[in-house]
């Protein structure tokens, strides 16, 4: 079938290259590169068939940036924001068709007779209403178009609840509270659709926000006497040396206070500088954790109990990400595990684990209870910021305008979604993993009972080449217990500089799956094979971490890790 619209596709695909590149390095594209070719999809002048997903996903958030700021009005913005966020709806109920297609506006009869994708879902959305869906393609099969009609159905009620509440927003009539963000709950738009639960579909279920977190600040709030105003000049922002410590009570209250929006910028980014450069006490870092995980963290347990990785969100720019290729070796090997990131997130906004697995093919834009089957299908989970803490997502602008890490960045990796009873994190010094400990010892709501970290590359949760630090603590024993291991002794004899790459995201998925398939014996294999077997050996799972190394050695001759790969490809 001649898939080719509006000129050679070979060229559009070009096109869609140099845009994934622009786009990670967050380079404005140019006109003629991938925005373009999403341009030409909405159209009908080229299938969607012809654009990778994660180029096309990022491509598409650039164009609604676009129509967003060109938009006039609140309710035209809630209109693009529908069709977002039916998408997502549609990709949660048809596990069976990966990858739906959303367009808005009639169809083309040309274009509709000449894309073979599987099912096409057109929305036509007007007046922030959902007032028609056409279901075509082969679909007698894969879905019945009643089911489809009474999703839209479901879809518009809760749109609708959530409109009006934009909107009263906008008029500055919430609870009779004058706001100067009207805006703020627009970023949580699609955040909202996505952290859905599998309970019942009720009209009550549906109205009800899925985080008890309180997405702004309004009449009903309620907080104590400490605004960070206060704390400023009394507590924490006389300088590094003179600055004391807060309470518990009032670390919460803080934090309460920032994910409720109701601090100024500048009082919020002087706080945050505060908070750095007084260094936080593990008992506030535990006061902030709570709070993280009380009002903003929709956790979701699988039935196995899986090694948390808890990797700095945003992300590495120099060497390869091991995780993905270690946490699914460590999986085929029997030992579950979990990891989690964002999406381009503050500071560096580099490359994390969701564009490795993105790059793999792999749903990451998954609800906390789709990513918690993950884990109990394939041994191996990912969970998505947006979907299971929309709060700390909601907070992106205000970290990227500050330039330099907060607390947040060292709270969010302590998140947890899955409630794994062991944890997997890094360090650079090892004062800092020692901290980690106490915080979760200080941590009302996290009931880890084991924290084994090591020095890592670039602050990820790669284990360092040549001498490395490892710490390990259990609730048990109380106490942080550190050595030293050679990585040459467990075959990893290279320098930092062998393992880096150009493209991380790109390389290390590449890298990941020739790993998997057994294709590479160099020092990317031999790292992939540590990093596997420190993950076995903190959910005590082998004796010892050479133990680990044979047996990551072995699933991946065996053909058994690459099936987990392809497990987590068809989820």
Request: charged share 30%.
């Given at each position: 079938?001649?898939?080719?619209?509006?000129?050679?596709?070979?060229v559009?695909?070009?096109?869609?290259?140099?845009?994934?590149?622009?786009l990670?390095?967050?380079?404005?594209?140019?006109?003629?590169?991938?925005?373009?070719?999403?341009?030409?999809?909405?159209?009908?002048?080229?299938?969607?068939l012809?654009?990778?997903?994660?180029?096309?996903?990022?491509?598409?958030?650039?164009?609604s940036?676009?129509?967003?700021?060109?938009?006039?009005?609140?309710?035209?913005?809630?209109?693009?924001?529908?069709?977002?966020?039916?998408?997502?709806?549609?990709?949660?109920?048809?596990?069976?068709?990966?990858?739906?297609?959303?367009?808005?506006?009639?169809?083309?009869?040309?274009?509709?007779?000449?894309?073979?994708?599987?099912?096409?879902?057109?929305?036509?959305?007007?007046?922030?209403?959902?007032?028609?869906?056409?279901?075509?393609?082969?679909?007698?099969?894969?879905?019945?178009a009643?089911?489809?009609e009474?999703?839209?159905?479901?879809?518009?009620?809760?749109?609708?609840?959530?409109?009006?509440?934009?909107?009263?927003?906008?008029?500055?009539?919430?609870?009779?509270?004058?706001?100067?963000?009207?805006?703020?709950?627009?970023?949580?738009?699609?955040?909202?659709?996505?952290?859905?639960?599998?309970?019942?579909?009720?009209?009550?279920?549906?109205?009800?926000?899925?985080?008890?977190?309180?997405?702004m600040?309004?009449?009903?709030?309620?907080?104590?006497e400490?605004?960070?105003?206060?704390?400023?000049?009394?507590?924490?922002?006389?300088?590094?040396?003179?600055?004391?410590?807060?309470?518990?009570?009032?670390?919460?209250?803080?934090?309460?206070?920032?994910?409720?929006?109701?601090?100024?910028?500048?009082?919020?980014?002087?706080f945050?500088?505060?908070?750095?450069?007084?260094?936080n006490?593990?008992?506030?870092l535990?006061?902030?954790?709570?709070?993280?995980?009380?009002?903003?963290?929709?956790?979701?347990?699988?039935?196995v109990?899986?090694?948390?990785?808890?990797?700095?969100?945003?992300?590495?720019?120099?060497?390869?990400?091991?995780?993905?290729?270690?946490?699914?070796?460590?999986?085929?090997?029997?030992?579950?595990?979990?990891?989690?990131s964002?999406d381009?997130?503050?500071?560096?906004?580099?490359?994390?684990?969701?564009?490795?697995?993105?790059?793999l093919g792999?749903?990451?834009?998954?609800?906390?209870?789709?990513?918690?089957?993950?884990?109990?299908?394939?041994?191996?989970?990912?969970?998505y910021?947006?979907?299971?803490?929309?709060?700390?997502?909601?907070?992106?602008?205000?970290?990227?305008?500050?330039?330099?890490?907060?607390?947040?960045?060292?709270?969010?990796?302590?998140?947890?979604?899955?409630?794994?009873?062991?944890?997997?994190?890094?360090?650079?010094?090892?004062?800092?993993?020692?901290?980690?400990?106490?915080?979760?010892?200080?941590s009302e709501?996290?009931?880890?009972s084991?924290?084994?970290?090591?020095?890592?590359?670039?602050?990820?949760?790669?284990?360092?080449?040549?001498?490395?630090?490892?710490?390990?603590w259990?609730?048990?024993?109380?106490e942080?217990?550190?050595?030293?291991?050679?990585?040459?002794?467990?075959?990893?004899?290279?320098?930092?500089?062998?393992?880096?790459?150009?493209?991380?995201?790109?390389?290390?998925?590449?890298i990941?799956?020739?790993?998997?398939?057994?294709?590479?014996?160099?020092?990317?294999?031999?790292?992939?094979?540590?990093?596997?077997a420190?993950?076995?050996?903190?959910r005590?799972?082998?004796?010892?971490?050479?133990?680990?190394?044979?047996?990551?050695?072995a699933?991946?001759?065996?053909?058994?890790?690459?099936?987990?790969?392809?497990?987590?490809?068809?989820?």
């Open positions: 079938m001649d898939r080719t619209f509006g000129g050679d596709v070979q559009r695909e070009r096109r869609v290259v140099r845009v994934r590149r622009r990670r390095r967050h380079v404005v594209p140019r006109e003629d590169d991938g925005v373009e070719a999403v341009r030409e999809v909405e159209r009908g002048e080229l299938p969607a012809h654009l990778r997903r994660t180029v096309r996903d990022d491509a598409e958030r650039v164009v940036r676009e129509r967003l700021d060109g938009l006039a009005s609140t309710r035209e913005r809630v209109d693009v924001r529908m069709v977002a966020g039916f998408r997502e709806m549609v990709r949660h109920h048809v596990r069976d068709v990966p990858r739906p297609t959303v367009l808005v506006g009639e169809p083309r009869e040309t274009y509709l007779a000449e894309f073979p994708h599987p099912l096409v879902v057109v929305v036509l959305v007007v007046h922030h209403r959902l007032v028609r869906v056409v279901v075509l393609g082969d679909v007698e099969e894969r879905l019945d009643h089911r489809l009474a999703l839209a159905e479901e879809f518009t009620a809760r749109a609708t609840v959530l409109t009006e509440r934009i909107v009263e927003i906008e008029e500055h009539r919430v609870d009779g509270v004058s706001h100067t963000r009207p805006y703020a709950l627009e970023s949580s738009w699609d955040s909202r659709f996505l952290a859905r639960s599998h309970e019942p579909r009720t009209s009550e279920s549906l109205l009800r926000r899925p985080s008890q977190r309180p997405y600040a309004t009449g009903e709030q309620r907080f104590g400490w605004p960070l105003k206060r704390l400023m000049t009394e507590v924490v922002g006389s300088g590094h040396k003179s600055a004391e410590d807060m309470s518990r009570a009032q670390s919460r209250e803080a934090f309460q206070r920032v994910l409720a929006d109701e601090p100024d910028p500048t009082t919020l980014g002087a945050w500088l505060a908070n750095r450069w007084k260094r006490t593990p008992e506030e535990g006061a902030y954790v709570d709070v993280m995980r009380e009002e903003t963290v929709e956790t979701a347990e699988p039935d109990d899986p090694v948390d990785c808890g990797a700095n969100y945003d992300g590495k720019g120099r060497s390869m990400i091991f995780g993905v290729a270690a946490g699914i070796v460590a999986a085929a090997a029997g030992t579950p595990v979990v990891v989690h964002g381009r997130v503050p500071t560096q906004k580099q490359d994390a684990y969701k564009h490795v697995l993105d790059e792999v749903h990451t834009e998954l609800t906390p209870q789709d990513s918690a089957d993950m884990v109990d299908s394939t041994g191996f989970g990912y969970y910021q947006p979907a299971f803490a929309p709060g700390i997502t909601d907070l992106f602008e205000r970290r990227d305008n500050m330039g330099v890490r907060t607390f947040v960045n060292t709270v969010e990796t302590l998140a947890n979604p899955a409630n794994a009873d062991v944890h997997l994190g890094s360090f650079y010094h090892l004062a800092f993993a020692k901290k980690v400990c106490e915080t979760f010892q200080a709501q996290s009931d880890v084991k924290v084994v970290m090591f020095q890592g590359m670039e602050g990820y949760d790669d284990v360092r080449p040549g001498y490395t630090k490892v710490a390990e259990t609730a048990e024993n109380d942080l217990e550190d050595y030293e291991i050679e990585t040459a002794e467990y075959g990893m004899d290279v320098e930092e500089e062998d393992l880096q790459v150009d493209d991380v995201a790109e390389e290390s998925a590449a990941t799956e020739e790993v998997l398939a057994g294709e590479r014996e160099d020092a990317f294999a031999d790292a992939v094979a540590l990093n596997a420190l993950r076995m050996y903190a005590d799972d082998v004796d010892s971490i050479q133990d680990g190394i044979d047996d990551a050695r699933v991946i001759a065996d053909g058994s890790a690459r099936a987990v790969l392809e497990d987590l490809r068809e989820f």
